[in-house]
């Protein structure tokens, strides 16, 4: 039963395992849901920034670009918070001052109604006929005062007069009273009125709104200064002083203006003065990384322009001694390896014919090896064999020196290239027999078809095959073959003790060996690798490596349909699909799937270790046509992973023998 099965258990509780299968698969609907999603928000996010993009490359590239716009963002911040701190200073002086002249104002203001009002009154106590008269104004004492009050700030104040109990303003005598047609009811809170009928005898003050009975005049900011006092008949009211506050919000407006335009100024002059400072010092800096570049490039004579004495002019005068210091160390490298090369073309031509003459006569003792004694007749055997591996040394060194002059030559025609690995198996099968190993081809159901140098493919290849056989310990090897796009590729994997961290880099460099201190007993000249990896470049090609301790390797050589394309990908992974770290992966793919380790039918198969004297069958590959890797790089590098600890491999096959890859 799998993993996921909702029957319960014998003696267990019902429904256990539904619950817990239930987990995995809304885990796995969330993440389906997710993937899905995936696309849509990528093909957003990629429509967003698409416009973007120009003006992000240029924000990267510009350093001048970079400084101006943080220096101009950094003087607006500074503007800002001076121009709110000067407003917020300049308001609340402005204030202040009318508060002053408004209280100054409102007091002499209140003196002057009770003044009036104990006047009134005593007149009319002391004399019968006065009183009379008095009582008969005492409807227009209210209206008279507003009046008198309001006659003293026209256009600066307004006065208004209400009752201090509401219910009393529907009396005639008693009715509100304003200046200026000020709508007294709208214009005088109502907050302000309840403080003032508290009867302390104190002014109050709020800032309002001063609105017209003329609904075509504006309505304006205004300061309220009220008070309550009592009128010609001893009865309580409220008089208030309304002030405009008119003039004050266009002197704000104005400091606003003359503020705000010389902010303006400021940011864009401190924007120009960075841009000027930044020009001086980034300049320099171009001309140093243009220099720079040509250098790289091959052009050694060229120098930076030095003009003065300052910081510039020495960092110019040390980049064009570097600069000269550099020509002349690569001219005597370059006369060096000159000298190198030809040194090693002439002596591998030289020893051509004492060699032809040696091998002449070992040839003659080692037919004759048969009349000889047995210690003699052994000599000739090794004198025979010592020949052939100088033989191929000088035919490989000559090679060599022949990339080194640029004077290979390609001799690209249309080939097919499982023929060519067809005769690759056919001539290391002998190899292979003795080994105890079987070599397996994958991928040769449709033609591999290329414009390339069949007789240096060859030996790529046959160089890669024979590396397999010797390093695999007995174990199968895969040659696979691969069409896509404008690529081909041939790979060739092993399970044999694999690369170290590190190695699959080092594998192609001249004479290399996996363990220095150990002498070549085995193999070929050390130089096979490196001719290959040659080769692959004449091509316009990749030969690259792929190894894990214990997990075995895989060679990978990537070639153009045509001479003259340029390669985008490889239609083999470098990494193989049964590798340690694939395997992994694919066990954590199926437990967030909630299928069983080893039970799905996608997962990839482990390719188990097979020991020297039996040979299991590998598994076959799935993809006749595999697609192109986009993840594949250009040159010879490759990735090695390091082998875990839990792994159960045998330490015996960390262990290289004393042949090495080199061949």
Request: glycine content about 10%.
């Amino acid at each position: 039963m799998s993993r996921g099965s909702a029957a319960p258990m014998p003696g267990g509780e019902p429904g256990v395992r539904t619950g817990r299968a239930a987990g995995p698969r809304r885990r796995a609907s969330r993440i389906g849901r997710f993937v899905q999603s995936g696309p849509a928000l990528r093909l957003f996010a990629r429509w967003v920034r698409r416009p973007l993009l120009p003006s992000l490359r240029l924000w990267r590239r510009n350093i001048q670009l970079r400084v101006v716009v943080g220096s101009l963002l950094m003087s607006l911040g500074v503007v800002l918070l001076l121009g709110f701190v000067v407003m917020w200073q300049v308001r609340n002086g402005l204030l202040d001052a009318k508060q002053e002249a408004a209280q100054s104002q409102a007091a002499g203001g209140f003196d002057v109604a009770e003044e009036k009002a104990r006047t009134v009154a005593g007149t009319g106590a002391g004399d019968s006929s006065q009183a009379r008269a008095t009582a008969r104004n005492s409807t227009n004492w209210r209206t008279e005062l507003v009046e008198q009050l309001a006659s003293g700030g026209r256009q600066a104040f307004h006065v208004v007069a209400l009752s201090a109990d509401s219910d009393d303003e529907s009396s005639s005598n008693r009715g509100p009273r304003a200046s200026g047609g000020v709508n007294q009811s709208a214009s005088v809170p109502q907050k302000l009125r309840d403080a003032i009928d508290q009867g302390t005898g104190k002014a109050h003050k709020a800032f309002v709104r001063i609105t017209y009975t003329d609904a075509q005049e504006p309505s304006e900011p205004g300061l309220v200064i009220g008070k309550q006092l009592n009128d010609n008949s001893g009865q309580p009211y409220q008089l208030y002083y309304l002030f405009p506050l008119t003039q004050e919000e266009e002197s704000l407006s104005l400091v606003k203006t003359t503020l705000a335009t010389a902010g303006v100024f400021v940011v864009v002059l401190f924007g120009g003065i960075a841009w000027l400072v930044v020009r001086q010092v980034v300049t320099p800096v171009r001309m140093a990384a243009g220099v720079a570049e040509r250098l790289s490039a091959g052009r050694l004579q060229e120098r930076m322009k030095v003009t003065g004495e300052d910081d510039i002019a020495r960092l110019g005068e040390a980049f064009n001694k570097m600069a000269q210091n550099l020509q002349v160390k690569i001219q005597q490298l370059e006369e060096l390896s000159r000298l190198q090369r030809r040194f090693v073309s002439d002596v591998s031509h030289e020893l051509r014919t004492p060699l032809t003459t040696v091998r002449m006569a070992a040839d003659v003792i080692h037919e004759a090896r048969a009349d000889f004694d047995p210690v003699t007749a052994r000599s000739a055997e090794l004198l025979a064999g010592q020949l052939d591996r100088f033989e191929s040394l000088l035919a490989d060194l000559l090679e060599i020196s022949r990339f080194d002059a640029g004077a290979a030559a390609l001799e690209a025609e249309p080939i097919d290239l499982r023929e060519v690995v067809r005769r690759v198996i056919e001539g290391a099968e002998p190899l292979a027999e003795r080994k105890g190993t079987r070599i397996r081809v994958t991928g040769d159901e449709q033609p591999v078809v290329a414009e390339a140098d069949a007789r240096r493919v060859e030996r790529v290849l046959r160089n890669l095959v024979v590396n397999a056989v010797e390093h695999g310990e007995g174990r199968d090897v895969v040659v696979r073959l691969g069409a896509a796009g404008g690529a081909v590729a041939v790979a060739v994997r092993d399970y044999g003790v694999g690369l170290k961290p590190g190695e699959a880099t080092r594998v192609f460099n001249r004479f290399w060996r996996a363990d220095p201190a150990r002498a070549r007993h085995t193999g070929g000249t050390g130089l096979g690798l490196s001719i290959a990896v040659e080769d692959a470049r004449l091509h316009g090609g990749w030969l690259q490596a792929w190894g894990e301790p214990g997990g075995g390797s895989q060679f990978r050589l990537t070639l153009p349909r045509t001479a003259d394309e340029s390669l985008r990908g490889s239609p083999i992974p470098l990494e193989p699909e049964d590798s340690r770290r694939a395997r992994e992966r694919a066990e954590a793919d199926s437990r967030v799937t909630g299928d069983r380790p080893g039970g799905g039918g996608n997962r990839l198969a482990r390719v188990p270790a097979q020991p020297s004297a039996e040979r299991s069958p590998l598994p076959a590959a799935t993809r006749a046509a595999p697609a192109a890797d986009p993840t594949a790089l250009p040159g010879s590098g490759a990735r090695v992973v390091a082998r875990s600890s839990g792994d159960g491999d045998s330490s015996s096959q960390m262990e290289r023998k004393d042949s090495t890859r080199g061949h």
